[in-house]
């Protein structure tokens, strides 16, 4: 008895060690990410854990290698996020999973390849990663090739090559980035890979783009609620899709055929203006400013335009968009603007702005048909002077 008691005994102290020991490992504690290092090139090195931030980096821990460059960080927490690990001026990226433990090996001081083994999400990024570092090393031999050769004789034809090249490794950016992200469709990686750029280029955009960005983020949505990395992104898509909406629904309210937006303010003498009392004419809107360094180039045809059909029944309304009044002024002096002039001095906030989806592209055109409907959306008076050709006028008494 007193043998089997103590048999007991012994087994279920080797049992709660066993635990422990696994537990401070990572094993199995849900709430633990370990990392192991082995980089042999940085023997007693300071090693650096940052945790990534939507909005920048937050220090987490310093610790230094032993003599064969070994170390092990250890990440508490029950939720995924993204870490870099800097040796000196080399960063390995971590994506932490609780309850997994990850190894990094490398004997090389270019830390962009490492061995990775352990947690997959770790080993599918780092294969990844190292991927699309070969196809980028790529795009910056082409920019050297590219700049090497301006001031040659064959650089146009060294430029047409380089430009196929480059498309050709861009597609494969893409291709190999849309795989990462169908086949880790959970990861925090995703996020990474889903805001690379190939040169200057961002490799995905909204705009070509939507339908991956809205699969990737409904997927770590769902794995990971309340992220903040993934809350960025879904807030980001959110605003964009508001945004687009907004354009679809100015560019209904503009299309050929709508009633013109009412205009109702003072001329450059104090006179009050209305655009709806000009119905009957066809009247040019004309949005410009004095500051913009394309305005004066269509100022000859619109001085042009005015004389030529003003006995058409024609009228032309500029509102620029300067916010100083003499400068406004100066400007219509100078280039002789002999017309209905309108500005509000309320720039970069001017109402008229959204009320006619002006940018910051100037100038701007619109043609407003006789019953105050628009006839069209013009950026230069060359645009405006074609359109005006083709509209049927009588000459007005």
């Not at 103590?6 to 709430?31: A, M, N, P, Y």
């Amino acid at each position: 008895m007193k043998i089997n008691q103590l048999l007991k005994t012994l087994i279920l102290i080797i049992l709660v060690t066993t635990l422990q020991q696994c537990k401070e490992r990572g094993g199995s504690g849900d709430d633990i990410f370990l990392i192991d290092l082995e980089l042999k090139a940085y023997p007693l090195t300071q090693i650096t854990l940052k945790e990534v931030k939507p909005d920048g980096f937050n220090p987490v821990d310093t610790t230094s290698t032993d003599e064969h460059g070994k170390t092990t960080l250890t990440i508490p927490g029950n939720k995924a996020a993204i870490y870099l690990i800097e040796v000196m001026e080399q960063r390995i990226v971590v994506l932490s999973v609780p309850g997994e433990e990850v190894r990094f090996e490398s004997s090389e001081k270019d830390l962009k390849v490492v061995k990775t083994s352990g947690s997959i999400q770790n080993v599918h990024f780092q294969e990844y990663n190292a991927a699309y570092d070969f196809l980028r090393q790529t795009i910056d031999s082409l920019s050297v090739c590219l700049d090497r050769s301006k001031h040659h004789d064959d650089y146009i034809k060294t430029r047409d090559s380089v430009g196929q090249v480059y498309s050709d490794v861009f597609s494969q950016q893409q291709a190999i980035t849309t795989a990462y992200l169908k086949q880790n469709p959970t990861s925090l990686g995703a996020l990474i890979a889903l805001n690379q750029r190939s040169g200057p280029r961002p490799l995905f955009n909204v705009t070509d783009n939507w339908n991956l960005m809205i699969e990737v983020d409904s997927n770590l949505m769902k794995a990971h609620p309340g992220n903040e990395h993934i809350e960025f992104l879904h807030q980001s898509l959110l605003s964009h899709m508001e945004k687009a909406q907004q354009e679809a629904a100015i560019n209904e309210r503009l299309k050929p055929g709508s009633e013109a937006p009412e205009i109702v303010m003072q001329g450059q003498n104090g006179e009050g203006f209305r655009l709806s009392e000009l119905r009957g004419k066809v009247v040019l809107l004309h949005f410009w400013a004095s500051w913009s360094p394309d305005y004066r180039k269509d100022m000859e045809t619109l001085r042009y335009l005015g004389q030529v059909y003003a006995p058409w029944g024609f009228d032309m309304v500029s509102i620029s968009f300067d916010n100083k009044r003499y400068q406004w002024l100066e400007a219509v002096k100078f280039d002789f603007m002999q017309w209905t002039q309108l500005c509000d001095l309320l720039y970069p906030s001017s109402p008229l702005q959204k009320l006619y989806a002006i940018g910051k592209e100037l100038p701007v055109y619109y043609l407003i048909d006789r019953d105050g409907t628009l006839a069209g959306r013009y950026s230069n008076a060359r645009e405006v002077q074609d359109a005006l050709k083709t509209m049927k006028w009588e000459v007005r008494q």
